[in-house]
């Protein structure tokens, strides 16, 4: 049945006939005018429906959930902003971080609550540097590594150098399994620095979180001293 003749189209044998000239639809749900059928004649008749598309807001595989300005003093940036009804899977992006201290790196620590996991076993991690000497040119490569500790190192083995030369420190970490409690939650980190003495260079590593919490926070901090300056995001992906 249809309400509106407007949304109708009628073919027969295979070929659409025009409305008003070859049928009509003046009365509710009937096409009339048809010209005289012949046996075999085959008619079809097909009826439009009218529909609002919802507004779902599109989809968006990388969603910002939290963002976090380090100011001088900032001992430690803290995120909260997880959902496992959304996401297991998160970003960190580390942009223009500088340490209070000089020659320190960045550490990160999570858990189901806040300041996460402080056991002297509850992390392990793994990393490589690759760098180079910018006053004369001569590269090197590094790397470190420690399946127990306190905490996860996000920089590498070669630390960053503090505000006095402006060396900065950019990363990008991804933590996995965040909320599946049979697994342990994993993250990778790559990024960029320009450490002390005069050494700049790039670096990736991976680390592991030794529990199976469901996890609600992550933090990082200096290795020494405190935060200066710099930004970090948080994003969920889906």
């Known amino acids: 049945s249809f309400s509106d003749g407007a949304y109708v189209d009628v073919y027969l044998n295979g070929i659409l006939l025009k409305p008003t000239t070859d049928y009509n639809t003046s009365t509710a749900n009937t ?12 008619v079809e008749i097909i009826v439009y429906d009218v529909f609002s598309v919802a507004d779902t807001g599109g989809f968006n595989p990388i969603n910002l959930l939290a963002t976090e300005t380090i100011v001088a003093g900032t001992a430690s940036v803290e995120f909260s902003a997880f959902d496992s009804s959304k996401y297991s899977v998160y970003k960190f992006l580390i942009s223009g971080y500088i340490p209070t201290t000089d020659n320190t790196g960045v550490r990160l620590r999570m858990g189901a609550s806040s300041g996460g996991g402080t ?6 991690y793994a990393s490589r540097i ?10 090197s490569t590094g790397s470190k590594e420690d399946y127990e500790n306190y905490y996860i190192v996000v920089s590498g ?4 150098g503090n505000a006095t030369d402006r060396e900065v420190f950019n990363a990008e ?4 399994n965040a909320h599946d409690t049979t697994r342990y939650s994993s993250i990778t980190s790559l990024g960029t620095y ?3 003495s005069a050494k700049f260079g790039v670096f990736n590593g991976a680390g592991i979180y030794n529990n199976t919490e469901n996890i609600s926070y992550i933090k990082f901090y200096s290795s020494s001293g405190n935060m200066e300056s710099g930004t970090i995001k948080m994003y969920g992906v889906k």
């Open 31 to 42: 096409i009339a005018g048809l010209s005289a059928l012949s046996t075999g004649d085959i």
């Open 119 to 124: 056991g002297a076993t509850d992390y392990g």
């Open 130 to 139: 690759n760098r180079q000497v910018k006053t004369d040119d001569v590269g």
């Open 157 to 160: 083995s070669q630390n960053t």
């Open 173 to 176: 970490i991804t933590l996995y």
């Open 194 to 196: 320009e450490g002390a």
